[in-house]
């Protein structure tokens, strides 16, 4: 459910004289998708803030019923129900993430592949469990987008292999965040700053100011490695620190290398830099499963995007429109 606090930041004891048209910077928080949704917007008034606010919190929420495979009635726990039985006429806004996340899979080589899920739901990373090498292994068959077969006649989604699932934690969230920036434009807001888990959109600037965000050190939580300056663009993070435990030295963690069933291990974490949030979610997902040489040259060949990559040894990388 959608817990939500708005706090006006700066006129919090003046609220007494003037609660309704004051033009500030306001401030909400909520916990859905599983993660935590920051909102700031500059707004004529109070109300017109609650408004907004409110209206992002409505579109995360429509993506979670959606989209979330927890929920068993939303269209996707539906798809990993039945569509390995027959084809599944599915929403046109789920359809076509489908399709992208598709694009994507074939775009880096099948690091991002949403039937990850054929295995990974067998991982539990705040239970500590994890399948062991047979159970990976059983599954591994299940893992390939190339079983996902679309219709765009009827908009549904067959799954051609009996074990498949999927799931589209690699890129919802992004798309959440560009939902939720479209509807605070339409209601005219100009200057905004949302945010769901690692994936952030800016619209506008801070007022004369470019907005700063941060990447964090994905071993320190209290500490920046990177700090960004940036005006109406995105930038989504993936790092090994979300969701993870630690069993006899190694990391288990939430984004999964489709080869092998497991955790990748190349880097500790990957931001991409680029106008829209569902495209640097998923690359941001794909370049961290493709590690450095590989994924820095999949962003190289795309001109609005740029990838900033910490790899193990704890050194940065750059795409090239960084380091001209
Ligand atoms: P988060 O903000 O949750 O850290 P990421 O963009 O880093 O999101 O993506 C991690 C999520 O992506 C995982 O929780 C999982 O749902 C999904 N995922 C994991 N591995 C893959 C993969 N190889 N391809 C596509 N999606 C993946
Ligand atoms: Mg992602």
Do not use: C
């Not at 080589?109 to 705040?126: C, E, H, L, P, W």
């Not at 005006?231 to 790092?239: C, H, L, M, R, Y």
């Amino acid at each position: 459910m959608i817990k939500s606090l708005v706090v006006n930041t700066s006129f919090a004891t003046s609220l007494f004289l003037s609660q309704s048209v004051v033009a500030d910077w306001y401030w909400g928080e909520a916990s859905i998708m599983g993660t935590n949704i920051e909102v700031q917007v500059w707004a004529d008034s109070q109300a017109q803030s609650a408004l907004a606010i409110d209206a992002v919190f409505t579109e995360m929420e429509a993506v979670n019923q959606l989209m979330s495979p927890y929920i068993a009635s939303s269209q996707l726990a539906q798809l990993n129900a039945k569509a390995a039985k027959y084809p599944v006429i599915v929403d046109a806004n789920l359809y076509r993430l489908i399709s992208e996340s598709i694009e994507f899979s074939e775009a880096s080589n099948g690091a991002f592949d949403i039937t990850f899920a054929s295995v990974g739901f067998k991982y539990d990373y705040r239970q500590q469990l994890k399948p062991d090498d047979d159970q990976i292994s059983a599954s591994l068959e299940a893992i390939n987008y190339q079983h996902i077969v679309l219709n765009d006649e009827d908009y549904s989604v067959y799954f051609n292999h009996p074990d498949v699932k999927i799931d589209l934690g690699g890129i919802a969230k992004g798309y959440a965040v560009d939902k939720s920036i479209e509807a605070l434009q339409a209601m005219g807001i100009e200057h905004a700053l949302v945010t769901a888990g690692g994936d952030t959109r800016l619209l506008g600037d801070r007022r004369g100011r470019p907005w700063l965000v941060g990447i964090r050190d994905p071993r320190n939580e209290e500490k920046q490695a990177v700090t960004i300056p940036l005006e109406d663009f995105a930038i989504s993070t993936s790092g090994d620190y979300e969701r993870f435990f630690e069993e006899d030295g190694t990391r288990y963690h939430h984004i999964l290398s489709p080869k092998t069933g497991t955790s990748a291990h190349q880097v500790q974490s990957v931001s991409i830099i680029g106008p829209s949030s569902t495209i640097n979610d998923a690359l941001s997902t794909s370049v961290f499963v493709m590690g450095v040489e590989a994924g820095i040259s999949l962003i190289n060949t795309l001109p609005d995007y740029e990838a900033i990559v910490l790899d193990n040894n704890r050194k940065l990388h750059f795409s090239m429109g960084l380091t001209q």
